[in-house]
């Protein structure tokens, strides 16, 4: 079974960048069943996908958010990032990675991590 | 504004089948598969459909999906007090090539 743990700061001061890490076990980033991705959710509120990455390598942004995000891979540590410029109070949110055998569902989850924007 | 538009709310008693909606459009619904997601208090979502239909291992079998044109249905037969969550409902839309979500419907048994 696949788990997957999300890490970085806690807080983050407006224009700044966000930087998260999801760290994969029972599961390998390069293998062929499964697409990596972000999903955020503001306090109160639903879920926002972000993007994600695919086990070719391959990136697929959401369209609003694709000047200010990165997601990579490090195979050799067997975890991916979030890279998220120019952060504002809207960018606030729980942060989850998870993982689905296809770009479009995901049917693992991180525990999510709570990221303030705030200076 | 979520691309997918569910019912804030719905609420039933154990002996009843709840129902929860989901519509959204021929780049989404209407063309792709639709998922669901349940999401306890204070965790992380869980799938609970998949493919319009299916259930992964280990979601009790009360739990069920459907899809119509453009539109799709949650419906849970009978539901338990643990079944108190928010329920989102998510698929690919080809027209902004990301994953869309519906606002979420705050379910509660009477």
């Known amino acids: 079974q696949v788990q997957l743990q999300e890490s970085g700061p806690g807080l983050v001061k407006p224009s700044e960048t966000l930087s998260l890490t999801c760290a994969v076990s029972?599961?390998?980033?390069?293998?062929?069943?499964?697409?990596w991705g972000w999903i955020r959710q503001p306090p109160g509120k639903g879920l926002e996908w972000i993007g994600g990455?695919?086990?070719?390598?391959?990136?697929y942004y959401k369209s609003s958010l694709k000047n200010r995000v990165t997601i990579s891979a490090d195979t050799s540590k067997n975890e991916f990032s979030l890279k998220l410029t120019s952060v504002t109070a809207a960018d606030a949110a729980v942060y989850y990675c998870?993982?689905?055998?296809?770009?479009?569902?995901?049917?693992?989850w991180g525990q999510g991590t709570l990221v303030t924007v705030s200076s | 504004q979520s691309v997918l538009t569910q019912p804030p709310s719905a609420s039933g008693t154990p002996g009843q089948r709840v129902t929860i909606s989901c519509s959204g459009s021929?780049?989404?619904?209407?063309?792709?598969?639709v998922y669901w997601y349940q999401q306890l208090p204070g965790t992380a979502p869980r799938l609970v459909i998949y493919r319009n239909n299916e259930r992964p291992s280990g979601v009790p079998d009360r739990f069920s999906g459907s899809k119509s044109g453009t539109s799709a249905s949650l419906a849970i037969s009978g539901p338990r007090s643990e079944d108190e969550a928010n329920y989102y409902c998510?698929?690919?839309?080809?027209?902004?090539?990301?994953?869309?979500f519906g606002g979420g419907t705050k379910l509660t048994v009477l």
């Open positions: 998510a698929a690919w839309d080809d027209s902004l090539s990301a994953v869309v």
């Open positions: 990455i695919s086990y070719t390598g391959n990136t």
């Open positions: 998870a993982t689905g055998q296809h770009l479009d569902y995901f049917d693992y």
């Open positions: 021929s780049s989404n619904i209407g063309s792709r598969y």
């Open positions: 029972g599961g390998s980033l390069s293998s062929s069943h499964y697409y």
